[in-house]
């Protein structure tokens, strides 16, 4: 016997499909948006159908926005000879939460990746070359922000050789301790890194 | 400046409003979407509008339901005379998940909370006496199967003697040791009421 009503089983059924959000967490979301007035929860459902209607890619940086160029690359404020790659938009989220990038950006959409069969061809790679090549030498600098992990070190080490006879600056963020970080609990790998890139102390 | 889509912030919004969820889950979750095919996104969207227009109250039960009365209410095949008063609808669909139990449900939407100015008036317990009363002797037990905690205590303490007249056999569910769990780490309620309601070894 079908013993709760279809729609909130479809609701339940949806929200688990959500990266993270396991059955139980789906039932609580479906019976919190069940107990909600209706306006708020009509709310989210257009929030999320006009995030797929209006969000489209910018052409130069490939980060998601709703102007073709997005807001940063058209942006006169922006240094348009540094460019910082990343892998993601939410990268880009995180690097603008610091206010202290003044740069553009490129979306590679994602890092090589054997292991999953991701390949250069997947990534947005030949786009940031012509990007370079063509800007006529006004790149000075490319700061090369993949993940400090396995797949993103490899797709920074595939980028470099591209980028190097166009005669621009390339970069890597630094790496160490994080902020507030306790050496005790550091793994050896990060030590390692923030003994390595050891600096003057000016204090 | 708006350096993201502003379609893109206002969806991280909406889901950061519900339970549970914080702002880093609210970006993963939209960046998902953004990433998923635009089916599965709609199906998303539609599943949450169907729920709010699709779902009501059983005038019997007050459980969640699409027709009134609800299928278990109006199912022969159901023990009309066995009552279990839950407290939410999420606990039906817990004891249904059993397979064990072939009564009827009563919903209280809730459970009395003098903290939380959470009276008998905002329950459906008016409703319960009302159907126990009108089923003309049909009714022979009624579980109140409320939380085992202070709130359901309580509430179950305030049902019974309304129902007691009415000539009913009034039953709580069993407390003990959960299935699987440890005597060394049970708390001291949990094992002093396991102990009290310790029954005859059949083995």
Redesign the interface.
Known sequence: ????????T??I???A?????GPK?A????????RSP?D????????????????ITCSTCFN???TDP???CA?P?RDHGLICVVE???D??AI?KTDTFRGVYHVLNGALSPMEGIGPKDLRIAELVARVQHSSGEVREVILATNPNYEGDYTAAYIAPLLRPLNVTLTRLARGLPLGGDLEYADEGTLSRALEGRRAFEG
């Open positions: 016997m079908q013993t709760t009503a279809a729609a909130v479809a609701l059924e949806e929200f499909k959500l990266p993270g959000i967490t039932q609580r979301l479906t019976f919190f948006l069940l209706a708020q929860t009509r709310r989210l459902a257009d929030a999320i159908i006009r995030m797929k209607e209006q969000v998601i926005t709703e997005c807001p940063i942006s404020q993601e938009p939410l880009v989220l603008e």
